[in-house]
């Protein structure tokens, strides 16, 4: 049964995405007192994600750093680029509107690509690095790029930003990375398709918040 909604929820995934961010939007204000269990919800994604890399394939993404160098610069300044000049074509002189899509595009990746890139197969050990390197650099590369292109000056709480990477990535990254070692990739194949379902719900879930 797990398995057979499982495979629902991915074909879905791209409708019940913009479904549950259009709920929170809507009825965010109810749902704001469930914001503390969303710390809770990352971490399950990121175990679910988890158990099926073994330390090796991080390894191997670390020995060529390539492709994680690349995404990094997409992300940190081909991506704030672009949001700048569609904000200036879009919004002439609105500079609180061009600066708010220039943030929007220089944070760091969430814990939800690491879902997306689970459902569709791709390479999670370089979806996890990019996750912990863009947010170890987040701290220094947001306020920069801000700087940088529209001379803004913003403020980020480091050692927060470190605990929650710690709880939300790390830990259970590691956790996961272990048990995938210890089982020789079995628990990929009996746990991963019984967890998917509840992982992809606790995406929506954090949509709400």
């Known amino acids: 049964m797990l398995v057979t909604l499982n495979r629902r929820l991915n074909a879905a995934m791209p409708l019940i995405t913009p479904i549950s961010i259009l709920i929170g939007v809507l009825i965010g204000t109810p749902l704001s007192q469930y914001t503390g269990l969303s710390p809770w919800l990352f971490a399950f994604m990121t175990f679910a994600c988890s158990i099926g890399m073994g330390f090796k394939d991080f390894i191997h993404v670390i020995k060529h750093p390539g492709p994680l160098i690349a995404c990094l610069f997409i992300l940190h300044l081909a991506m704030p680029l672009l949001a700048m000049l569609l904000g200036h074509l879009a919004f002439n002189n609105d500079l609180h509107t061009i600066t708010g899509l220039i943030l929007g595009a220089a944070i760091p990746t969430g814990i939800s690509s690491f879902v997306w890139v689970n459902i569709y197969k791709g390479n999670t050990a370089l979806t996890l690095a990019i996750i ?5 650099l987040a701290p220094f590369a947001v306020p920069g790029i801000m700087s940088l292109l529209i001379g803004a000056n913003v403020q980020l709480d480091t050692w927060a930003m ?18 995938n070692e210890w089982t020789k990739g079995q628990i990929t194949q009996v746990w991963g398709p019984r967890l998917g379902p509840f992982s992809k719900l606790a995406m929506a879930s954090c949509r709400h918040d």
């Open 162 to 179: 470190m605990q929650s990477l710690f709880w939300m990535i790390v830990v259970p990254s590691l956790i996961g990375m272990v048990l």
């Open 132 to 136: 912990l390197i863009d947010t170890i």
